[in-house]
T-cell receptor
Framework: KQEVTQIPAALSVPEGENLVLNCSFT??????LQWFRQDPGKGLTSLLL?????REQTSGRLNASLDKSSGRSTLYIAASQPGDSATYLC???????????FGQGTRLTINP | NAGVTQTPKFRVLKTGQSMTLLCAQD?????MYWYRQDPGMGLRLIHY???????AKGEVPDGYNVSRLKKQNFLLGLESAAPSQTSVYFC???????????FGPGTRLLVL
């Protein structure tokens, strides 16, 4: 059974810092991995999707990497801003499956 | 484009009552999903649909029924609500060829 873990559960950093969020998964037979952002009381917004054959994806100040063999992904946020404060979720989709398996999320706070 | 919308935003039910949650998408997506989000459990897939007239069970289907009579709508029904169904419910959709799932804003349900 696929399990997805995100550490730390919460992170607080000062504005302007570069930071890394971690995601690990137990079954390397994944089809893709997706990073989402969730603001309090809101839905999920897709940030980046990495195919199993890819090593990384970039969008603006965000960079996501994937190491399938070790079961790890990282989300790098450069020059953090208070507006980046949210919960970040990673989710994996297994080959041949429909469902996404989500981690518990990392609650990120950027302090001005 | 409104994307994925959900009705209602919030509802309080008494144990044993029934209700239907409505999800609508205007992106002409084939796939639609219902998830529930609970503290400490993350998001879990309840039911999904791969096209109009089709439905399938997800990870936690018990106590729920779904219908997809129109391509743009996916309904989630609770026939006899239980306190264990207190949760935040999210609908998502994706296209046949796309891999990104797009989420609605959620419905907060409280069962007393």
């Amino acid at each position: 059974k696929q399990e997805v873990t995100q550490i730390p559960a919460a992170l607080s950093v000062p504005e302007g810092e570069n930071l890394v969020l971690n995601c690990s998964f137990t079954d390397s037979a994944i089809y893709n991995l997706q990073w989402f952002r969730q603001d309090p009381g809101k839905g999920l917004t897709s940030l980046l999707l990495i195919q199993s054959s890819q090593r990384e994806q970039t969008s603006g100040r965000l960079n996501a990497s994937l190491d399938k063999s070790s079961g790890r992904s990282t989300l790098y946020i450069a020059a953090s801003q208070p507006g980046d404060s949210a919960t970040y979720l990673c989710a994996v989709r297994r080959q041949g499956a429909q469902k996404l398996v989500f981690g518990q999320g990392t609650r990120l706070t950027i302090n001005p | 484009n409104a994307g994925v919308t959900q009705t209602p935003k919030f509802r309080v039910l008494k144990t044993g009552q029934s209700m239907t949650l409505l999800c609508a998408q205007d992106m002409n997506h084939e796939y639609m999903y219902w998830y529930r989000q609970d503290p400490g459990m993350g998001l879990r897939l309840i039911h999904y649909s791969v096209g109009e007239g089709t439905t399938a069970k997800g990870e936690v289907p018990d106590g729920y029924n779904v219908s997809r009579l129109k391509k743009q709508n996916f309904l989630l029904g609770l026939e006899s609500a239980a306190p264990s169904q207190t949760s935040v419910y999210f609908c998502a959709s994706r296209s046949w060829t796309g891999q990104t799932q797009y989420f609605g804003p959620g419905t907060r349900l409280l069962v007393l």
